[in-house]
T-cell receptor, first 113, second 116 residues
Framework: SQQGEEDPQALSIQEGENATMNCSYK?????LQWYRQNSGRGLVHLIL?????REKHSGRLRVTLDTSKKSSSLLITASRAADTASYFC?????????????FGRGTQLTVWP | DAGVTQSPTHLIKTRGQQVTLRCSPK?????VSWYQQALGQGPQFIFQ???????QRGNFPDRFSGHQFPNYSSELNVNALLLGDSALYLC???????????????FGAGTRLSVL
């Protein structure tokens, strides 16, 4: 299975602290994406990193990708209570343009005021 | 600009019944994917529609079927409902591009299906 796996399953921090979550996957990819989900609602796209990129930034988000280890990390700096959500990494099939995404079980992030 | 809209928001059915869920993609998008998300799990790919045809399918039984209309909206049908079909059903839209697609998918808020 291509499905990614996030680690840790749950993370609890104080506002202002940084949050780091990791993702591992099994087969070669074109892109890796991170999505956020609030309280069992729809997923919101956060950031996409291509297989030939190693690091990408967007606002308070920093994503790294190590294709040799088939792993990625998402860093949220200076976290806020509003960042409380589930975070999922999603991968695709390398060489495929069909768009199927494979999701892990997610990391539940709780940020305390 | 409306995003992805799904209806209904919630649905309660009994075992053996049939259900139809609906999705309107984001403006400008022509591809619709459906995902099933069980409680505490990540979304699982059901199938994807493009140009009114099923283009790719995940590991779901034939009880799950779909349709895409000329205006790109889509329906997900599930027959002979089982208790295990209880989940959040998510619709995601994107647009087809040649070569390596960016493949960012925009999700609706989902339909929560409870099978009793």
């Amino acid at each position: 299975s291509q499905q990614g796996e996030e680690d840790p399953q749950a993370l609890s921090i104080q506002e202002g602290e940084n949050a780091t979550m990791n993702c591992s996957y099994k087969t070669s990819i074109n892109n890796l994406q991170w999505y956020r989900q609030n309280s069992g609602r729809g997923l919101v796209h956060l950031i996409l990193i291509r297989s030939n990129e190693r690091e990408k930034h967007s606002g308070r988000l920093r994503v790294t990708l190590d294709t040799s280890k088939k792993s990625s990390s998402l860093l949220i700096t200076a976290s806020r209570a509003a960042d409380t959500a589930s975070y999922f990494c999603a991968t695709d099939d390398r060489g495929s343009t069909l768009g199927r995404l494979y999701f892990g079980r997610g990391t539940q992030l709780t940020v305390w005021p | 600009d409306a995003g992805v809209t799904q209806s209904p928001t919630h649905l309660i059915k009994t075992r053996g019944q049939q259900v139809t869920l609906r999705c309107s993609p984001k403006s400008g998008h022509d591809t619709v994917s459906w995902y099933q998300q069980a409680l505490g799990q990540g979304p699982q790919f059901i199938f994807q529609y493009y140009e009114e045809e099923e283009r790719q399918r995940g590991n779901f039984p034939d009880r799950f079927s779909g349709h895409q209309f000329p205006n790109y909206s889509s329906e997900l049908n599930v027959n002979a409902l089982l208790l295990g079909d209880s989940a959040l059903y998510l619709c995601a839209s994107s647009y087809w591009t040649s070569g390596l697609a960016k493949n960012i998918q925009y999700f609706g808020a989902g339909t929560r299906l409870s099978v009793l």
